[in-house]
């Protein structure tokens, strides 16, 4: 995970931006193309490279004055980022990776920022809160950790979910070994009247989120 100390650090994820965000001005496709099945439509995906480079070298500060969506970009819009489907379109994986990276990046960066606003010690204390929280929900009793979908609607498979539950919440309990990468790229079959979609990705997403902060 990528963590920002320093203005060393910040040059670093600087470049890491610009270097995955690079194939807007290139003659060459900016990452493979499927051959068979449906990948990211190209023009969406680098459209938002180009916007999320313009706003890590513009600062948090930019924001457009008329309030317009594309004004703020942050490691949670890097996150919560999706693509339409399209033959000869971008490979997914790769795609995914460079964001991740790039999430990485714009987390860092935010994180400094933080730091020198608040000072570590109110820092630490509200990435703790947070964990604390998804602690609490992640140790409930194994089948009760999150809402159900009704008996004829689809949802994640239960214990499957409560497998990961279980390592999520060793990571945050003990420091056990889990990488944001593992978190990110979890994927769960599903199940009539398994966990409900929504409640376990925002759950997810709030674990990236103490990751990237803690560093």
């Not at 809160?129 to 009760?144: S, W």
């Not at 009704?150 to 239960?158: A, D």
């Not at 889990?178 to 079959?189: D, G, I, P, Y």
């Amino acid at each position: 995970m990528t963590t920002v100390n320093d203005d060393a650090d910040l040059n670093d994820a600087e470049a890491l931006v610009e270097r995955e965000t690079a194939g807007e001005v290139a003659p060459r496709p900016a990452f493979p193309l499927v051959t068979r099945g449906r990948g990211y439509e190209r023009t969406a995906v680098d459209a938002f490279l180009l916007r999320a480079r313009a706003a890590f070298e513009d600062g948090p500060d930019a924001a457009a004055a008329d309030g317009s969506e594309d004004a703020p970009v942050t490691a949670q819009t890097v996150r919560d980022v999706s693509f339409p489907l399209a033959r000869r379109g971008y490979a997914i994986a790769p795609v995914d990776a460079a964001l991740g990276r790039i999430e990485d990046a714009f987390a860092a960066r935010e994180r400094a920022e933080a730091l020198a606003t608040v000072g570590a010690g109110t820092w630490v204390a509200q990435q703790r809160e947070l964990a604390q929280e998804i602690l609490d929900r992640l140790t409930r009793p194994r089948r009760h950790r999150f809402e159900r979908a009704s008996v004829l609607r689809y949802g994640y498979r239960v214990d499957e979910v409560d497998m990961v539950a279980d390592k999520i919440a060793g990571y945050l309990a003990e420091g056990s070994n889990v990488t944001v990468e593992q978190v990110r790229s979890v994927a769960f079959r599903m199940q009539r009247g398994g966990y409900r979609e929504a409640q376990v990705d925002a759950v997810l997403d709030a674990v990236v989120e103490v990751m990237l902060a803690v560093g």
